[in-house]
């Protein structure tokens, strides 16, 4: 009698065993920081990271809040960004997160329109096919419009707006996007690897003035 009870205690404990690895396996989350601002030195931009004008002077530089260090771009009738080469498999990690703040959206600024297609904050993501889906905080586009943001033939670019206006200007605001679905949904086909990442501001087409932080950007594994 005593031995088949053994026997049922021992797989109870076995089963026991396997359920607490599996939730340890679901809570364990993979995740690459591309965009660490704590890590930058004083007026240099780390290794892999480059600046790219479109127009006009870019205004860079690094804060320190109750939220911790980061990155502040000032557009003042110009269009610049921070960018840098990355090597993301979106099937691992499609999770892309990030959070933001904006000081200042620019006035009369509608992507939706290329004469007036400046945002205070954008996160673009570029893939392997030289697809792009950009992440916007527009001045007067509706948060969820999601729609192409190109005018030029053979350039693809899909914009998903994340946040409007200005009515949460002066807070940090946290994003976690699905990467790959986004992707399907814009493209209708899977995503491939991701390969660069930029973090972009523009004021030009409406000679405006335009301000935004940045914080930690991440691609993972599970949202946040």
């Given at each position: 009698?005593?031995?088949?009870?053994?026997?049922?205690?021992?797989?109870?404990?076995?089963?026991?065993?396997?359920?607490?690895?599996?939730?340890?396996?679901?809570?364990?989350?993979?995740?690459?920081?591309?965009?660490?601002?704590?890590?930058?030195?004083?007026?240099?931009?780390?290794?892999?990271?480059?600046?790219?004008?479109?127009?006009?002077?870019?205004?860079?530089?690094?804060?320190?809040?109750?939220?911790?260090?980061?990155?502040?771009?000032?557009?003042?009738?110009?269009?610049?960004?921070?960018?840098?080469?990355?090597?993301?498999?979106?099937?691992?990690?499609?999770?892309?997160?990030?959070?933001?703040?904006?000081?200042?959206?620019?006035?009369?600024?509608?992507?939706?329109?290329?004469?007036?297609?400046?945002?205070?904050?954008?996160?673009?993501?570029?893939?392997?096919?030289?697809?792009?889906?950009?992440y916007i905080w527009d001045s007067t586009a509706p948060r969820g419009t999601v729609q192409s943001a190109s005018a030029i033939p053979l350039v693809?670019?899909?914009?998903?707006?994340?946040?409007?206006?200005?009515?949460?200007?002066?807070?940090?605001?946290?994003?976690?996007?699905?990467?790959?679905?986004?992707?399907?949904?814009?493209?209708?086909?899977?995503?491939?690897?991701?390969?660069?990442?930029?973090?972009?501001?523009?004021?030009?087409h409406t000679g405006t003035t335009a301000e935004s932080y940045f914080g930690e950007v991440a691609f993972r594994s599970a949202p946040q």
């Open positions: 009698m005593l031995l088949p009870v053994r026997r049922k205690l021992r797989k109870l404990l076995v089963a026991c065993a396997l359920l607490a690895f599996a939730f340890r396996a679901r809570s364990f989350q993979l995740a690459t920081i591309v965009l660490n601002a704590a890590s930058w030195g004083a007026g240099r931009l780390p290794a892999g990271w480059q600046i790219k004008v479109n127009h006009g002077s870019p205004d860079i530089s690094f804060t320190t809040d109750a939220d911790g260090v980061s990155v502040h771009l000032k557009s003042v009738k110009s269009s610049f960004a921070l960018e840098r080469g990355v090597d993301v498999d979106p099937a691992q990690t499609p999770y892309l997160t990030w959070r933001w703040k904006v000081a200042q959206v620019p006035i009369g600024g509608d992507f939706r329109h290329a004469w007036t297609d400046d945002q205070a904050a954008q996160v673009l993501v570029a893939f392997a096919d030289r697809r792009i889906v950009t693809h670019i899909f914009a998903v707006v994340c946040g409007s206006g200005a009515a949460e200007a002066n807070r940090w605001i946290p994003e976690s996007h699905n990467v790959a679905a986004d992707y399907e949904n814009a493209y209708g086909r899977g995503a491939p690897h991701v390969k660069g990442i930029r973090i972009q501001i523009n004021s030009q």
